[in-house]
């Protein structure tokens, strides 16, 4: 395949490709400027949120350059869906990954040293290597791109060790222009970048990462299956068709689970995960994109790239791990600009996993980072101050409050609380000092409401002074409270697995009347 021709009365080489191949009438914020700094042989690094047009700047300069642009990509799913939307415009690209065959493999190879091959998409593990260095030794180079560049932070939240070896490319090819591009990097993250891709003198490009047409909601679990499901209803009824959407799960048996129960439910709804075949994970992506009003159920192996603009809402029946990952996923939400939804559900269940390493094989330094990360995540969730405004302060924008996610619409907490903590804190401090004993929430409630059930009559818990003093309040009422001071770290979880509660020194003030404890009566229920 040869390059698509373009209109040679555009005066602009870039504006040429991007009308010509693209369809564009014109570039998107700092896509320009990017797009000619490259041109002109320097090295950037582009932060721009899901969504803003962070390919194009990388797309572009490798029409109009002479050689071959190398894109690395941490996702063969991902490289897929780029070189095959590529190939739809007309596009002469390909990708080298270890899902093709040795002879298609091979097959790339001779097409890209015959000079066919415009843009080529690579795993950083084959950059690493020595046959992949050697035929790019051979052939005319004009930029690379390291794409999801956040990978290299090594306390980053997708931390991939194989992109530490991308520094080498500005030192085997010092005259290549190199440009790194993330939808989700701190000013930390960003430096980290800068460091260890070795580009020092990098200009670094920022846009906003504000999606103002992005609405956040997060509501405590109560039965998050009927939950999840009157949401996409709602959602459903404020358009005149069926909405598309992704709900993110923590697992691959909870994907299954809930696509069933959206089924179940009147839904058309898709589980995908890591645990698929390729062939069957291709079928359900297809009809996702297609499909009007197709729901996928997915672990985080979904969505990098994914060319569907139209999504009403992203759901989280679990919390991610950070808020970068929750940053990242929720813009997969309104890339077409118009308004959507992206809704959490979070509760007990959420604060047990902050104990529950994702990878035991991590080193402790990394484990204790993601264990931090995902206690700003659960801050997050408890939080009563604009979601908006705290998100974007994590990537160091400040913003007046936004007026519409779930907290502005709320207000602030009104209902003193101090006393109905005062007695759950009291309920765990008296089990330990006089019995040597810790629980978890259900006991505890059964406790404070003066329920009689087998265990309490087994421990004898009737005697406790505080069985009882909590029968006013609903469980409801309870366990809404019981979330918020374990997301405050009044309470924690123990980190065995039994999900039994202990004090912290924070309790102390409380427990002494010397610190009040707000919620908002509507947070709280009945």
Not at 191 to 220: C, H, K, M, W
Not at 324 to 345: I, K
Not at 375 to 391: I, N, W
Not at 481 to 509: C, H, K
Request: glycine share 8%.
């Amino acid at each position: 395949m040869t390059a698509p021709v373009v209109d040679q009365n555009i005066e602009d080489p870039a504006s040429r490709v991007l009308s010509q191949v693209f369809g564009h009438v014109s570039f998107r914020g700092p896509q320009q400027t990017v797009i000619e700094h490259v041109i002109a042989g320097f090295d950037a690094l582009v932060l721009m949120p899901t969504g803003g047009g962070k390919s194009l700047c990388y797309q572009v300069p490798a029409l109009v350059l002479d050689g071959v642009a190398v894109v690395v990509s941490p996702l063969i799913a991902l490289m897929h869906q780029q070189v095959e939307h590529l190939l739809r415009l007309g596009v002469p690209a390909a990708s080298l990954d270890s899902s093709q065959s040795g002879q298609d493999n091979f097959q790339t190879e001779q097409a890209l040293l015959r000079g066919d091959v415009k843009i080529l998409y690579v795993s950083p593990e084959r950059l690493s290597g020595q046959r992949l260095p050697g035929l790019l030794d051979r052939v005319q180079l004009s930029l690379f791109a390291i794409d999801e560049a956040h990978c290299v932070s090594q306390w980053g939240h997708d931390f991939r060790p194989e992109y530490m070896t991308l520094s080498m490319l500005g030192r085997r090819w010092p005259d290549v222009p190199r440009l790194a591009l993330t939808a989700s990097a701190t000013e930390a993250t960003a430096q980290e970048i800068i460091a260890r891709l070795g580009l020092p003198e990098a200009r670094v490009f920022r846009t906003s990462f504000d999606r103002p047409n992005l609405d956040y909601r997060i509501v405590a679990k109560d039965d998050v299956r009927r939950q999840l499901v009157r949401f996409i209803q709602e959602i459903n009824h404020t358009g005149h068709d069926p909405a598309s959407g992704i709900v993110y799960c923590a697992s691959r048996a909870r994907t299954e689970q809930i696509a069933s129960w959206l089924r179940d439910s009147g839904l058309t709804a898709l589980a995908y995960h890591a645990g698929l075949d390729n062939a069957d994970r291709q079928t359900r992506q297809r009809q996702f994109i297609s499909q009007p009003g197709c729901v996928m159920v997915a672990t985080i192996a979904f969505g990098m790239g994914i060319d569907k603009p139209d999504v009403r809402f992203v759901a989280h029946v679990d919390v991610p791990r950070s808020m970068e990952g929750y940053f990242q996923e929720t813009g997969r939400a309104g890339r077409d600009g118009q308004a959507a939804v992206a809704w959490m559900c979070w509760g007990l269940d959420d604060v047990a996993r902050a104990s529950r390493p994702s990878d035991q094989q991590q080193s402790q330094q990394r484990l204790l980072v993601q264990q931090q990360a995902y206690e700003e995540m659960l801050a997050f969730c408890a939080s009563s101050t604009c979601r908006r405004q705290t998100l974007l302060a994590h990537f160091g924008e400040a913003i007046a409050p936004c007026g519409h996610c779930d907290n502005c619409l709320a207000g602030s907490p009104d209902m003193d609380v101090t006393i109905a903590a005062q007695k759950l804190l009291s309920a765990v401090y008296r089990l330990w000092r006089e019995r040597g004993q810790r629980f978890g929430a259900s006991h505890l409630i059964d406790i404070l409401r003066g329920r009689k059930t087998r265990r309490v009559e087994e421990f004898d818990h009737r005697t406790l002074s505080v069985f009882g003093i909590g029968c006013d309040w609903s469980v409801r009422q309870w366990r809404r409270l019981l979330l918020q001071l374990v997301a405050e770290r009044f309470l924690v979880m123990d980190d065995e697995g039994y999900r039994t509660l202990a004090l912290t020194d924070a309790s102390v003030p409380v427990l002494k009347s010397q610190r009040r404890i707000f919620m908002r009566a509507a947070d709280l229920g009945g």
